[in-house]
């Protein structure tokens, strides 16, 4: 059967100096932030779209500087604790780590004008916020009946074996072809072999002939471990008014830092002299830049309505990676194959933009808040410097849509110094059905794409999310007019599907490599301290 036009075409992009670039998992990770902030923040769940007056209003809807009436410097510290836990078709594995975060710091100055009506007062504001941290550690471990053998063998479908062959001194297939990477270093492991000498479709190298033809095994026990590391840091520059104590504006210009790492570590045990093995690494840096803009409008003293617009952050990026493979059969080791240490051409990610809409109550000691953000991820892009859209573009087309994130904080003052906070959030996933299923979505012409998942590079797990869920609580106390400090508790849990590799797929949806998905689930405490001085 005719498979689908050949999918390292769609996997691998040569333009513009980039050889290797992110897929649409990874433009969805580095386009997600967390909820952080300050302490007050975190405790109420970040429902402060239309509350104001603390300073992670920067990073969501700047109108809420506006609120202030004196300047004021506060710090955050945390400490999270992170426990990550899979099950892969009933067997069970834990992983956790303990991290100690620096989360903002920040100055808002207050220039009144002296007036009672029309502009009351204006508001300059500069932060440093950690908006996402990548910090986790999760491992799989069980087993299936597909191995990455088989996968790598059909990723290299329609492939020519010479031009997967690596001639030392002479050609490269890493930089001559547009051949997939994992399949280069599959075949150089020797993870797969074609089924004639010379010829372009594969099978498994783990496998015996029989009767129908090539059978291969089924790895007995898989061992997928993966570490995280990093974080996205964010520079605020804002403005805001205050309009007659009763319409507040706002703006914020912000300069975004990327520092994300990922190492993984892959075997397969199919017996006890036949085994594979692949090691990876990545580290991606860049920085962007993005603007917010916002209003809080108060109708009655009780009552304040707000709306804000977070436009995309447009990042430039460059990737430094990887990976080395090797494959034992009947006891015998292949060399250790490996791709060059190389480092990509800086290319751009844009990251989805938001709306945020809210409503807040407020009475004498106490309020209660609402925000709801919108936010379309299908406006994700991946593109060179030239502009040109990368194949991983049209992959996020096809597999995402809109996430909506709902948040709701109250907050009491049992005396005029002491307060007691709580809130939760509550965030869908945007992905598509058929991604969540694991399934190949089909085309207008009535054929399947080959894959579940588009990936790039020779990284071939990754997760799909299911939605997250948080809780809070904190306390608030003043201990002078113009000191104070807060506590928050903030508890989240992070479902996904983890993927050793993807699924693939023939022409009329039949599947043909079949990988089954681990139940992940991360779990985060975190306990944060903010300490404020107003003047």
Not at 106 to 119: H, K, L, Q, R, W
Not at 124 to 130: F, I, M, P, Q
Not at 189 to 218: I, M, V
Not at 492 to 514: L, Q
Request: hydrophobic share 35%; net charge negative.
């Amino acid at each position: 059967m005719k498979r689908i036009t050949c999918l390292f075409i769609s996997a691998f992009f040569l333009a513009g100096g980039v050889a290797y670039a992110q897929g649409e998992m990874d433009a969805y990770k580095m386009s997600q932030t967390d909820l952080n902030g300050t302490a007050r923040y975190l405790g109420m769940s970040g429902a402060f779209g239309a509350l104001g007056g603390d300073i992670s209003s920067m990073s969501t809807n700047p109108a809420g500087l506006g609120i202030y009436r004196s300047s004021e410097v506060v710090t955050t510290i945390s400490l999270s604790s992170i426990k990550a836990n899979t099950n892969w078709n009933g067997s069970k594995a834990d992983e956790s780590k303990t991290r100690f975060n620096f989360d903002n710091i920040a100055y808002v100055g207050y220039f009144p004008t002296g007036n009672d009506e029309g502009i009351v007062g204006w508001n300059l504001g500069v932060s440093y916020n950690r908006v996402k941290s990548f910090n986790r550690t999760y491992r799989m471990n069980g087993a299936q009946a597909y191995s990455l053998a088989d996968y790598a063998a059909d990723l290299a479908y329609g492939i020519p074996e010479k031009d997967l062959q690596l001639v030392k001194g002479g050609y490269d297939p890493y930089f001559d072809s547009r051949s997939p990477w994992l399949s280069i270093l599959g075949y150089e492991a020797g993870f797969f072999d074609p089924n004639q000498e010379g010829g372009s479709e594969y099978h498994s190298a783990f496998g015996k002939q029989g009767s129908n033809g090539w059978e291969a095994y089924s790895p007995q026990n898989v061992d997928l471990l993966v570490n995280e590391k990093g974080s996205i840091g964010q520079y605020n520059f804002s403005f805001a008014t205050n309009i007659s104590d009763r319409v507040f504006l706002g703006a914020t210009v912000a300069v975004t830092d990327m520092d994300y790492s990922l190492k993984t570590k892959y075997t397969e045990d199919f017996s006890t002299v036949d085994q594979l093995w692949m090691d990876n690494g990545l580290t991606t840096d860049g920085t962007g830049y993005a603007f917010n803009i916002g209003a809080i409008v108060r109708p009655a003293d009780f009552l304040r309505l707000g709306v804000a617009y977070n436009s995309p952050t447009w990042y430039k990026l460059t990737d430094y990676f990887h990976g080395e493979a090797q494959t034992i059969i009947n006891n015998k080791a292949w060399d250790v194959a490996s791709t060059p240490d190389y480092q990509s051409g800086s290319y751009h990610l844009r990251t989805p933009d938001r709306w945020i809409f809210s409503a807040a109550g407020v009475g004498k000691n106490f309020l209660v808040s609402v925000d709801y953000e919108l936010t379309n991820y299908k406006r994700m892009n991946l593109n060179d410097l030239d502009g040109n859209d990368m194949q991983s573009t049209d992959d996020i087309k096809k597999d995402f849509g809109m996430s909506g994130t709902l948040k709701v904080g109250a907050e009491v003052k049992i005396t005029p110094q002491f307060s007691v906070r709580a809130g939760t959030l509550w965030r869908t996933s945007p992905m598509k059905q058929h991604v969540k299923d694991g399934i190949s979505p089909q085309k207008a012409d009535g054929t399947y794409y080959a894959d579940a998942v588009g990936i790039v590079g020779t990284i071939p797990n990754y997760t799909v999310d299911k939605g997250t869920n948080s809780y809070s609580i904190g306390l608030g106390y003043r201990f002078t007019p113009s000191f104070y400090a807060d506590l928050a508790c903030v508890y989240r849990e992070y479902k996904e599907d983890a993927y050793a590799f993807p699924s693939t797929f023939r022409e009329n949806g039949e599947v043909f490599v079949k990988s089954d998905p681990a139940s992940l689930k991360t779990k985060t405490t975190q306990v944060a301290l903010t300490l404020g001085y107003k003047f």
